[in-house]
């Protein structure tokens, strides 16, 4: 069985590859069928439930439920202890399997699917298009300890995608006008952007941006505050049980509104007690929320501009087939008005906005589509280097955000060579969101783990050189060191570092530093 999975910030949804048709899977929880899976943790009485088991938990003050685990993903390593839940000893690799072991399970179990009795599951999965490395490895590494077989990773907008021209322009010849798509991907936690390139069953990433930590979250802590300022209380008269119990009523009754909504009530009985609603003007929330939504309008204009020089002019307008609405969070009703004052009629919104992920990487999962998705690299990565004159750094960007990898192998292979003039190579990496016009990392750093290399052939039988001094060497000139670097779809970096002139070599899988979440540089 051919899946495709949605590991969302608020819910995981499933859709399946049967037959050349892509269903959105549903899943029996007590005389109901649900098609999502809440992407929620709890623990009550010492025991650890998940999704709709989590959900039933939220009402009751006995259990802490933990909400978001995607962004756990982004901000922690795989080793990392997660400490939402006392009493709990668990790293945010193990909760994440053990999370989708669950999904597994559902799958199996309470799925309308029919399986075999020991079904071989084969999933495509999607990542924020502005996903960290270590965001993709700890996702990937979850789905195949929890049992899942991994045919292949796409970012999130791609896969939408996907779903947008099976759904409206799979009749289209080839010499339809339409040339791209602009993917708006709002989800629980994550925003993407991407501008799709369309040619007949073959797509291709010409660029994207994304904010790491901007999703229906965000607009749940608007409303949040907003109770609260209505009330004249503040966090601090919340535990942490009851704050998640209240984002949660939140996000129920934001999910709730309709353009035409004017007020909203939320019910606070399970948290306050005595204090039963709270009636909000829907303007006074979207007035809040405009300094959210706004940096996402920046996103897409910056997509559309890029795409000059792609060769495409985003003036011509029948270019552009759509901007393609997805995510959980695209029902907020200012998200598509603040679109349309822009992008006019060109803005569609999908008809299953929190299923279309799932649904485009079914249809990539299906053999018989013959999709081919050509990606791009979604951040800058690259090292610090010192200039052969004096010790000047200036940074490398070996991997350039928004280069396209093969078509046909999804990988780019990247070299460099240079003559050294130290004993040892102290190579630093980072991964960043942007380089300024200086050349200068910015916006979203995350530090990567440090590499030594030997460039002196005396200290080739060195294992560890941490604990010998970089000094200058300019007799090593001579040498020629090679280094080349292997980027996946997956989002795994490794290096070969070569000293030609001796034929010594050590490869290296690398990645993010410990305790380095992504940081914001102020001003960039």
């Known amino acids: 069985m051919r899946l495709g999975i949605d590991f969302g910030t608020t819910r995981t949804v499933v859709a399946a590859a049967e037959s050349g048709n892509y269903p ?72 994440l399997t053990l999370f989708l072991e669950h999904v597994r399970r559902m799958i199996v179990e309470r799925s309308d699917l029919v399986l075999d009795d020991r079904p071989n ?123 998640v119990r209240l984002l949660e009523e939140c996000r129920e009754r934001k999910e709730g509104l309709k353009p035409n909504t004017r007020k909203m009530v939320v019910d606070l009985r399970t948290i306050f007690g005595q204090e039963q609603t709270v009636v909000l003007d829907t303007d006074q929330i979207y007035d809040r929320s405009n300094f959210l939504i706004q940096p996402t309008i920046e996103a897409v204009n910056t997509v559309v501009e890029r795409l000059r020089q792609a060769g495409i002019d985003p003036e011509e307008s029948q270019s552009l087939a759509a901007v393609y609405l997805v995510g959980g969070s695209v029902f907020f009703p200012p998200v598509s008005r603040h679109l349309r004052e822009i992008h006019g009629r060109k803005v569609r919104m999908s008809p299953l906005p929190q299923a279309a992920t799932a649904i485009g990487l079914a249809i990539a999962a299906d053999p018989a589509a013959r999709i081919l998705v050509k990606e791009s690299v979604s951040r800058h990565f690259g090292v610090w280097r010192e200039h052969e004159q004096g010790r000047e750094k200036w940074f490398d960007p070996i991997l350039r955000k928004d280069t396209s990898l093969d078509g046909e192998t999804g990988r780019l292979v990247i070299t460099r060579s240079y003559h050294p003039v130290h004993n040892i190579g102290h190579l630093r990496y980072l ?94």
């Open 24 to 95: 959105v899977c549903a899943f029996s929880w007590k005389g109901e069928l649900k098609e999502y899976i809440p992407t929620l943790a709890a623990i009550k009485g010492g025991s650890l439930h998940f999704g709709w088991d989590a959900a039933e938990d939220l009402n009751d003050p006995d259990a802490v439920v933990l909400r978001s685990m995607k962004r756990l993903a982004g901000e922690l390593r795989p080793e990392d202890p997660v400490d939402f839940l006392p009493g709990l000893s668990l790293t945010v690799q193990e909760l």
């Open 431 to 524: 991964e960043c969101s942007s380089v300024n016009e200086r050349g200068e990392p910015g916006g979203d750093i995350a530090l990567w783990k440090e590499v030594y290399f030997p460039y002196d052939p005396d200290l080739e039988k060195n294992e560890d050189l941490t604990g010998i001094a970089v000094q200058g060497r300019p007799e090593l000139f001579s040498q020629e060191v090679v280094e080349t670097y292997s980027y996946d779809d997956l989002g795994v970096i490794q290096v070969e570092i070569e000293n030609r002139t001796t034929g010594y070599r050590r490869n290296f899988t690398l990645k993010p530093a410990p305790g380095t979440a992504d940081s914001r540089i102020p001003g960039s």
């Open 121 to 243: 599951l084969e999933v495509m999965v999607a990542t924020p298009a502005n996903a960290n490395s270590n965001q993709r490895y700890i996702t990937m590494e979850a789905f195949r300890r929890a049992g899942f077989n991994v045919l292949g990773a796409m970012n999130e907008p791609s896969a939408a995608a996907v779903e947008f021209v099976r759904r409206y322009l799979s009749h289209l010849g080839p010499k339809s006008p339409k040339r791209y798509v602009v993917v708006y991907d709002l989800g629980g936690g994550t925003f993407d952007t991407a501008a799709v390139g369309l040619a007949g069953q073959r797509y291709e990433v010409i660029t994207s941006e994304g904010i790491s930590r901007l999703g229906g979250d965000d607009f749940d802590e608007v409303i949040l505050e907003l109770v609260l300022e209505r009330l004249g209380r503040s966090r601090d008269h919340l535990s942490p049980a009851d704050e």
